[in-house]
């Protein structure tokens, strides 16, 4: 009997169709929601630039679909189109109504691309990208100072917004991670003892919470692990009291904790929380060094908190400072890499690992003065226990010295004897 395994495939039998649908392809290569939109829009504003494609976008998707399978020198020409009148564009004065961002336009082809990856077009990339103009609007930023969170906090009308402003400013998070964000989420993290941590209470002689762990683009290839104050710990459970109240029940692990309508339970997406955000922003009036001829704030309006944190993070000063610290604070950023490329395959480390680190920053991370001041009385209070049992620790070694010393001289004067 023959060991080759039973036939599943025949070249015989091999068809090549025409799809009916191109666009169940486009989108059946996007996970995210937030990116399914981005790339959406994109396309839908390209196709709608080329006036022989009409209809609805399905249809308009079905003909570009069409013309790029059967006339690729065209569509290669065609997009090459498309990249010069985007640059026309971003040659205009800043102030003209059709003023494009040089640095927008890469995103600009970024559904185009998936569409035609996605339905097996192939297109070389290099001579359309290169019409793109150098990126020359980018203009330095900052983050902000704990004072100007301090300001935008005063312009809160709700602990919901509160949360997410000390949650940020505490864990560099983007704004895109609040989408889908649930209670099961986020846990608290107990103090065991002095330098060790777990999310296991009952570990926990005190039950004393220092921080929070929060999952960030759950159920999504961006996954990671961060944290989050004991300020913005202690805010959330203000939300859950709120909660609790508008829902008439305890929330459930896969619940949204951000509701913009209780009645259905909707949650927020991302615009949704961007539009709060701005909000609240525009009317602390912290952002009123816009400077007009170049369409820049001096500060991001959200972005500006993981800009601090960052800032913060990075010049923590860490005693035996290493390799592995750098890389956990890079993925409490939310950057897979780390340091090197290397380090995503062969370093791991639990979360517990990165909260002495985390720690070490909180203070400087928290906007409340009363936190911030609670914090660093733990820490010298900390140091202290560490001088004292180092203290007993000493003590008890010249103890034990003392005890064979004098072993020693019974042992000599017990030789001399005999």
């Not at 080759?4 to 025949?10: A, E, G, M, R, T």
């Not at 486009?26 to 494609?53: C, H, M, N, P, W």
């Not at 000390?166 to 964000?181: D, F, H, I, K, T």
């Not at 859950?240 to 029940?249: A, N, T």
């Amino acid at each position: 009997m023959s060991s080759k395994s039973k036939n599943i495939l025949s070249i015989g039998k091999l068809e090549t169709t025409l799809l009916d649908d191109p666009l169940e392809q486009f989108y059946g290569g996007i996970k995210s929601v937030e990116t399914k939109t981005a790339y959406r829009k994109t396309l839908r504003e390209f196709l709608e630039s080329v006036e022989d494609f009409d209809g609805t976008f399905e249809e308009q998707a079905k003909q570009f679909y069409n013309f790029a399978r059967e006339e690729p020198e065209k569509l290669k020409q065609l997009l090459k189109n498309y990249a010069i009148h985007l640059k026309q564009r971003s040659e205009k004065p800043v102030s003209d109504t059709h003023y494009l961002s040089p640095s927008t336009i890469p995103n600009k082809f970024k559904g185009i691309k998936k569409f035609l990856k996605m339905n097996e077009i192939p297109m070389e990339w290099s001579n359309i990208e290169a019409i793109f103009p150098e990126i020359t609007n980018l203009h330095p930023t900052r983050g902000y100072t704990t004072e100007e969170i301090k300001h935008i906090l005063d312009y809160s009308t709700d602990v919901f917004s509160d949360f997410i402003i000390l949650a940020e400013s505490s864990s560099g998070m983007r704004v895109g991670g609040w989408e889908n964000q649930t209670w099961g989420n986020i846990r608290p993290i107990y103090e065991i003892k002095t330098g060790q941590y777990s999310h296991d209470k009952s570990k926990s002689e005190r039950g004393r919470i220092v921080c929070a762990s929060m999952i960030v683009y759950n159920e999504t290839s961006s996954k990671y692990l961060g944290l989050i104050s004991i300020e913005a710990w202690d805010k959330l459970q203000s939300v859950r009291k709120q909660w609790i109240q508008k829902m008439k029940r305890e929330p459930k692990e896969d619940d949204p904790i951000l509701l913009t309508r209780f009645k259905d339970g909707r949650h927020y997406s991302k615009k949704g929380i961007q539009a709060k955000m701005y909000h609240i922003i525009k009317r602390s009036n912290i952002q009123k060094n816009l400077k007009k001829e170049i369409r820049a704030y001096e500060v991001p309006a959200t972005h500006g908190m993981r800009k601090r944190w960052n800032k913060i993070m990075s010049e923590q000063k860490i005693n035996e400072d290493s390799h592995a610290n750098l890389i956990r604070k890079e993925r409490l950023f939310g950057h897979k890499i780390g340091v090197t490329r290397s380090d995503n395959s062969y370093f791991f480390s639990e979360i517990e690992e990165y909260v002495p680190q985390y720690l070490r920053a909180m203070p400087d991370l928290m906007i409340s003065d009363e936190y911030r001041a609670k914090r660093e009385l733990g820490l010298v209070q900390n140091e202290n226990k560490k001088l004292k049992q180092t203290l007993q620790e000493k003590n008890l070694a010249l103890e034990m010295v003392e005890e064979l010393k004098a072993k020693f001289e019974r042992f000599e004067k017990y030789e001399k004897k005999n």
